[in-house]
């Protein structure tokens, strides 16, 4: 017998005898046409450092993230130039090499090449390629090897002259190999081998060779049989061969090699003992094997963490309903109709004829004594030293009613749920609680024990707590008053977890009450039973599978230190025949002695060991795989820009990893938008529309199947650009117009009101100098014809008056004559200053500062005070027709002081300095309080108004100080004219 065969009778000894639970089950996942698969004809798999599957196929290279696939071809790549690859090898770094029709095409650094031809330069085309660990490349031409050169980017022919034979390529590992006078070359891994043939082994008839990665080389024989050869030593084989290979875990996998050198696997799965059939096998970095054959797909080997006991094991029924571990150490088993007990690998069946009326076992108690209780749908069994017997007589339920739960308490109390009530037994008698003792419901599905000594109870829309012969409810609570309470579960800590149908699940901690659902993170609503392990995992069963949480995360939710959880899922992917688990009658799950969990569902039993539970893969990293810009794919995917017509924004991303890729989870935040992440659960699609003009930076992590987050995120730099009339520069530009029109606009309106103001003060010029005009020559009407009418009307007067006294005697009656002679001076006196007033004469005859000096002194007659005249040369500093406004000026201070001032000294002063003239007139009055530094015109008042009407025709201004008895000044500074000033 050759070793294969013994190899395989080994093989066959150890599955017949070894424990269902002691070895792995393994699910092979099927990926076809249907799933995305280009073509189902495979010619080689690689693995990127990325996490990437390649596969290269007849018509195309197709890359798997776990989820899809993208085939890269003639199309919709630049660089391949036939999509009927033959060949695929892994180089230096993340370089893929292919070998098609057209010669040898390279993938670097996201693009792919077409880089070498040989029918050009040998007139020969290509075998094969060949590869080892270190990204060596080899080509096999018809006589020779050729290997890449990096530095010089290019094959050179490394073959010795006496290696040049006829090469045909080695199978599996890759390799050429030729015979030649009865040896045998061979050129593996990079080295060139010559191997002498035994005599019983001709050199026709070898038909071909493969090669295990240790080096092992197998030779088919013509005639069908195998001969293995290593270092030189060749074994023809007979029979079964199967090959051991070892993978990265250490597990021992028997490939048994059929004809033609195709190979199938033997593996074990919850469907019993399977074998594959298959062309390639390759592992991942993950240690996961995958299987390619021709004509049929892709499969993966994915290692079950949930064992099945169903009927291909040899369980009698499928459909379990209670499970509980025996103090002996075996599982009894609940199901519809038998029960059964599990015990070192072998099951043992008790009928509906054995021991009940009834065909579904509903509940299961093993007491102090050992005794076993099977409640089931049609009564109440107990097992007594091996024979099923009839219930205490004492023990009475409700009629008609149904055991769904049963629990010894430490006193030996025995409690019983029904769907009809709740009922006690001790010492002989029982007794059924009512709704006025507490217990407002008739439908019982769970019963425990807390560490205190407590017992709870758990039923519809009922909660309640048992101590010292009284029922405390807490059904009333908004959460627990929802649904039906199926599972009751105390921690080491004293948390009492509480699992329900459909209404999540609940934590009890000094009467606190935290509601888990799937709005926080819980897989699913449903929490049939709740066992813990040994790391603080919760796993909790459901109608759509089996799930964990933390405990950890679940308490940090209590105390406000997160808000959400993670769930693990495990369903059929991971072993279970069916996914719908029973519950609502207790005993709903166990854990045996060796840890290991045990949940009941509609098709077996879905066995846990926590310690076999591999953690999930690292924290993977995402992968950005395209940017589309209004549907157009962009070349990078690091940095995008959206012109302003640009609006649509989508984004393609993935995380390369080949364990349960369908549950990563991926988060993203939007720098310079978002404060915080946005989970996106599963989605690998991600949409923009209408941002807002600036920059941003795009951020994608992702988190495995135990919720651990990669700290490393995946960045986007996205620029988007504003339109014209939204940049920097339109907007700088748009500013300085606004500020060059408001200053157009200002110096208008400035320009519009000085205008105005020189419009207005011509006009005020022309009208006071039409006054002047006016006054001037009504003065010199009043003073030429008038006045000197008078002075002839007072002059004949006179004279008459003189002759009458002449002639008259004395003590007559005065004359009427004197009359009209006095009354005549008086008009005229009155018409002079009439005159006066409306134009001083003096002005006109002996200028401006002397008819100032003089109204001065006159103004210190009227008013009784002291005048100090002090007056420069100041006769020509204004125009002639101006100079009235300058002396009006005076003469409205001087009679202010003559009507309000009270003052006893006044002085006049006028200083001509070389570019103006500066006016004081100043008294000693009574003043005025809290008005200094002001204006005349602010003053208020017709004069003040009109000096400072005045001084601006003049082109000066007024200001006006007094203090409360410390007298008024009042000061004008008139800035000359260019001529005036010379």
Not at 70 to 83: A, H, Y
Not at 768 to 777: F, L
């Amino acid at each position: 017998m050759g070793s294969g065969t013994r190899t395989a009778a080994a093989f066959l000894l150890f599955l017949v005898c070894s424990s269902f639970l002691a070895h792995a089950q393994y699910r092979a996942n099927l990926w076809t046409a249907d799933e995305g698969l280009p073509q189902g004809a495979f010619r080689g798999v690689a693995q990127t450092s990325d996490g990437y599957l390649w596969l290269s196929t007849l018509d195309g290279l197709a890359r798997f993230d776990g989820i899809r696939f993208f085939l890269f071809d003639r199309e919709n790549s630049p660089g391949i130039e036939s999509n009927r690859f033959t060949g695929l090898r892994r180089g230096v770094g993340d370089d893929l090499w292919m070998i098609s029709e057209a010669g040898v095409t390279r993938y670097h650094q996201g693009s792919f090449q077409t880089i070498y031809n040989p029918r050009k330069d040998y007139n020969s085309i290509i075998f094969s390629e060949m590869g080892d660990e270190h990204g060596h490349i080899w080509i096999q031409l018809k006589d020779r090897i050729l290997q890449w050169d990096e530095r010089t980017q290019r094959f050179i022919d490394i073959t010795p002259k006496d290696m040049r034979i006829p090469y045909k390529d080695i199978k599996w590992a890759g390799g050429a190999w030729g015979v030649v006078a009865s040896q045998l070359y061979v050129f593996f891994k990079g080295q060139f081998h010559i191997y002498a043939l035994p005599k019983w082994l001709p050199r026709d008839a070898v038909a071909a060779i493969a090669a295990d990665d240790d080096g092992t080389f197998w030779l088919r024989r013509k005639d069908g049989r195998y001969v293995s050869s290593r270092d030189g030593v060749f074994v023809l084989h007979s029979g079964e061969i199967f090959i051991p290979h070892k993978d990265s875990h250490g597990n021992i996998w028997q490939v048994q090699l059929g004809s033609d050198f195709f190979r199938s696997v033997r593996y074990s799965s919850a469907k019993g003992e399977q074998s594959l059939s298959f062309g390639m096998m390759f592992e991942d970095r993950e240690g996961t094997l995958w299987f390619a054959r021709d004509g049929v797909g892709l499969y993966q080997m994915e290692r079950q963490q949930v064992r099945t006991l169903s009927r291909e094991q040899g369980l009698e029924t499928a459909d379990i309903y209670s499970l509980l571990k025996s103090r002996a150490g075996g599982m009894w088993i609940g199901g519809w109709p038998n029960l059964i007990l599990y015990d070192e690998g072998r099951f043992t069946n008790y009928t509906v004829n054995d021991f009940a009326p009834g065909n579904l076992i509903t509940a299961l108690l093993e007491d102090s004594s050992g005794k076993l209780w099977v409640g089931t749908h049609g009564g109440l069994r107990v097992l007594t030293e091996g024979k099923f017997q009839r219930p205490p007589t004492g023990l009475v339920l409700p009629e008609h009613s149904i055991v769904q739960t049963m629990y010894q308490d430490r006193e030996g109390t025995l409690w019983f749920g029904t769907n009809g009530g709740l009922v006690s037994y001790r010492d002989g008698k029982s007794h059924t609680y009512s709704g006025t003792e507490g217990v407002s419901t008739r439908d019982l599905n769970v019963i425990t024990q807390s560490a205190s000594g407590s017992l709870w109870f758990g039923g519809y829309q009922f909660l309640a707590r048992y101590d010292h012969g009284r029922f405390t409810s807490l059904s009333r609570g908004e959460f627990l008053a929802r649904g039906a309470v199926w599972a009751l579960y105390e921690d080491p800590q004293g948390i009492l977890w509480i699992g329900t149908y459909d209404n999540g699940l609940l934590r009890l901690q000094n009467e606190q009450v935290t509601h888990f659902s799937t709005r926080n993170g819980l897989f699913d609503n449903g929490a049939f039973a709740i066992q813990e392990d040994d790391r603080g995992n919760l796993w909790i069963s459901s109608h759509h599978g089996i799930y964990r949480v933390k405990k950890q995360e679940l308490n940090d939710v209590a105390a406000g230190k997160r808000s959400r959880i993670t769930s693990i899922v495990y369903g059929k992917r991971d072993g279970m025949l069916n996914i719908e688990c029973n519950g609502g009658i207790a005993p709903a799950s166990a854990k045996d002695n060796a840890g290991r969990l045990w949940f009941p569902t509609q098709n077996g039993i879905a066995v846990i060991d926590p310690a076999s539970v591999s953690p999930g893969p690292p924290a993977p990293k995402v992968v950005i795989e395209s940017v589309l810009v209004d549907q157009v794919q962009t070349s990078n995917a690091r940095f995008v820009c959206l012109a302003p017509d640009q609006h649509n924004l989508e984004i393609d991303y993935t995380s390369p990893s080949l364990i349960k890729s369908d549950q990563i989870t991926f988060r993203y935040k939007l720098l310079g938008l978002d404060p915080t992440w946005t989970d996106m659960g599963t989605r690998r699609r991600l949409y923009f529309s209408h941002l807002q003009p600036g920059k941003y930076t795009l951020q994608l992590i992702a988190a495995n199947i135990d919720g651990v987050w990669n700290t490393d995120p995946q960045e986007l730099s996205i620029h988007v650009l504003a339109p014209f009339y939204r940049t920097e520069w339109f907007m700088m530009t748009l500013l300085l117009g606004v500020v060059l029109l408001t200053i157009y606009m200002w110096r208008r309106r400035v320009s519009m009101l000085q205008r105005a103001e020189r419009q207005q003060r011509t006009f005020s010029q022309e009208l006071i100098a039409s006054q002047e005009r006016e006054r001037k020559r009504i003065a010199a009407e009043l003073h030429d014809s008038l006045g000197q009418r008078l002075i002839v009307i007072n002059n004949l007067a006179l004279m008459t008056l003189l002759e009458r006294r002449a002639r008259a005697d004395e003590g007559e009656e005065p004359d009427p004559m004197e009359e009209i002679s006095a009354e005549a001076q008086i008009a005229l006196d009155e018409t002079r200053q009439i005159s006066y007033n409306l134009r001083p004469f003096q002005l006109d005859r002996l200028g401006l500062a002397k008819a100032v000096e003089a109204l001065a002194h006159k103004a210190s007659i009227a008013g009784r005070f002291k005048v100090i005249v002090e007056i420069g040369d100041i006769d020509q500093a204004f125009p002639e027709e101006l100079r009235i406004n300058f002396y009006r000026i005076v003469q409205e201070a001087l009679t202010n002081i003559m009507k309000h001032a009270e003052a006893t000294c006044v002085m006049v002063k006028a200083v001509r300095d070389p570019d103006r003239i500066t006016l004081v007139v100043q008294d000693n009055g009574h003043g005025y309080p809290a008005e200094s530094n002001r204006s005349a015109a602010a003053l208020g008042g017709f004069g003040a108004i009109g000096m400072a009407e005045r001084a601006t025709l003049l082109g000066g201004t007024i200001t006006t100080r007094s203090e409360l008895n410390q007298g008024t000044t009042v000061t004008a500074e008139f800035v000359l004219s260019k001529q005036a000033a010379v």
